[in-house]
T-cell receptor, first 112, second 110 residues
Framework: EAGVVQSPRYKIIEKKQPVAFWCNPI?????LYWYRQNLGQGPELLIRYENEEAVDDSQLPKDRFSAERLKGVDSTLKIQPAELGDSAVYLC??????????FGQGTRLTVV | GIQVEQSPPDLILQEGANSTLRCNFS?????LQWFHQNPWGQLINLFYIPSGTKQNGRLSATTVATERYSLLYISSSQTTDSGVYFCAVKLMDSNYQLIWGAGTKLIIKP
């Protein structure tokens, strides 16, 4: 069974440019999470979806970040415009009914 | 809010040694996971263990929910065990957010 798939693996952009990350969760997992991880720290939740509904987006910086999960499967996380402080690893995870979470390989974003 | 504390913060061992990593949490939980983040950044599920004991090869974990701690045992360490080990918990009455410890950085020397 395929795991959580994320793309791209790496992205380098100039500040003020837009960027998007894509996530395909494990088949059948209705809960999808986006996390951000800074170097030397644990992951920080940005948003959690139950099917297509965003049920927890309290830590998503809504002025520049947006996310969608059309049809309750794949999800996209967007940053527009990117700032230097957005450099981090963006992780997608999925779980069946918000139980055990499984993570993708992450997208390492560098903003220059 | 709930505190999740992992110890030790850093651990350097020779290949073949055994180790015990600890995770203490300050409130009742209904979900506890151990992860290994390898040097390439991949978070790998080790155990989903809200209570009890589980074993998987050289690794085993025990969670004593009533005393609010969990232990991860690594036996006969290999260099591929190097990385950061995270403990993450969910509170019983929370909004289902995983609360993460700061991790234990493990280095296994050949």
């Amino acid at each position: 069974e395929a795991g959580v798939v994320q793309s791209p693996r790496y992205k380098i952009i100039e500040k003020k440019q837009p960027v998007a990350f894509w996530c395909n969760p494990i088949s059948g997992h209705n809960t999808l999470y986006w996390y951000r991880q800074n170097l030397g720290q644990g992951p920080e939740l940005l948003i959690r979806y139950e099917n297509e509904e965003a049920v927890d987006d309290s830590q998503l910086p809504k002025d520049r970040f947006s996310a969608e999960r059309l049809k309750g499967v794949d999800s996209t996380l967007k940053i527009q415009p990117a700032e230097l402080g957005d450099s981090a690893v963006y992780l997608c995870a999925s779980s069946p009914y918000n139980t055990e979470a499984f993570f993708g390989q992450g997208t390492r974003l560098t903003v220059v | 809010g709930i505190q999740v504390e992992q110890s030790p913060p850093d651990l350097i061992l020779q290949e073949g040694a055994n180790s015990t990593l600890r995770c203490n949490f300050s409130d009742s939980v209904n979900n506890l996971q151990w992860f290994h983040q390898n040097p390439w950044g991949q978070l790998i599920n080790l155990f989903y263990i809200p209570s009890g004991t589980k074993q998987n090869g050289r690794l085993s974990a025990t969670t004593v929910a009533t005393e609010r701690y969990s232990l991860l045992y690594i036996s006969s360490s290999q260099t591929t065990d190097s990385g950061v080990y995270f403990c993450a918990v969910k509170l019983m009455d929370s909004n289902y957010q995983l609360i993460w410890g700061a991790g234990t950085k493990l280095i296994i020397k050949p």
